[in-house]
Antibody
């Protein structure tokens, strides 16, 4: 069974970088699919942030393009999210998800606060 | 970006009721719409893909319809375990965009 699990710090200071890891089991991230990061803000609005595909190419939401980077470690079957210069507006629950998406992780809550 | 307007935001219904949730796209998205269910503290679950295809393992009381700009998720007979938040996602174009969600509770 495909499983995704997000991990990372729950608290980040304003102006710093937010870094999260998505660990995937049950499927190789190099086989197929786009591997996405999605976030849900307080108030429940959802935003698709970007993806890295099985070949390693990326595509980002233009609203975030200058601040985010999605990378991967194929040896560990993990992919990563980095968001630079965070503000309180980046406080959200962050999800990683496969493809359409069909499989999602449970999410990790990240608070940006001093 | 394509705007997805979901309604209602909140819905209260009784066990056995027929429930409908709507999503309207700001432009034609063909049939590239998915529906998800999210229970508190859990990962979102794909219910319906491409507007009307039932994901494997999802009960047949869930169905989807629509094309173009107007879409509907129907629960034919509400069960207690269906209490959750439901949201739609368009995957016709980038960036992907979501509906605002519908919180479904039991009356």
């Amino acid at each position: 069974e495909v499983q995704l699990q997000e991990s990372g710090p729950g608290l980040v200071k304003p102006s710093q970088s937010l870094s999260l890891t998505c660990s995937v089991t049950g499927y190789s991230i190099t086989s197929s699919y786009r591997w996405n990061w999605i976030r849900k803000f307080p108030g429940n609005k959802l935003e698709w942030m970007g993806y890295i595909n099985s070949a390693g190419s990326t595509n980002y939401n233009p609203s975030l393009k200058s601040r985010i980077s999605i990378t991967r470690d194929t040896s560990k079957n993990q992919f990563f999210l980095q968001v630079n210069s965070v503000t309180t507006e980046d406080t959200a629950t962050y999800y990683c998800a496969r493809g359409a998406p069909d499989y999602w992780g449970q999410g990790v809550m990240v608070t940006v606060s001093s | 970006d394509i705007q997805m307007t979901q309604s209602p935001s909140f819905l209260s219904a009784s066990v056995g009721d027929r429930v409908t949730i709507n999503c309207k796209a700001s432009q034609n998205i063909n049939r590239y719409l998915n529906w998800y269910q999210q229970k508190l503290g859990e990962a979102p679950k794909l219910l319906i893909y491409n507007a009307n295809s039932l994901q494997t393992g999802i009960p047949s009381r869930f169905s989807g319809s629509g094309s173009g700009t107007d879409f509907t998720l129907t629960i034919s007979s509400l069960q207690p375990e269906d209490v959750a938040t439901y949201f739609c996602l368009q995957h016709n174009s980038w960036p992907r965009t979501f509906g605002g969600g519908t919180k479904l509770e039991l009356k």
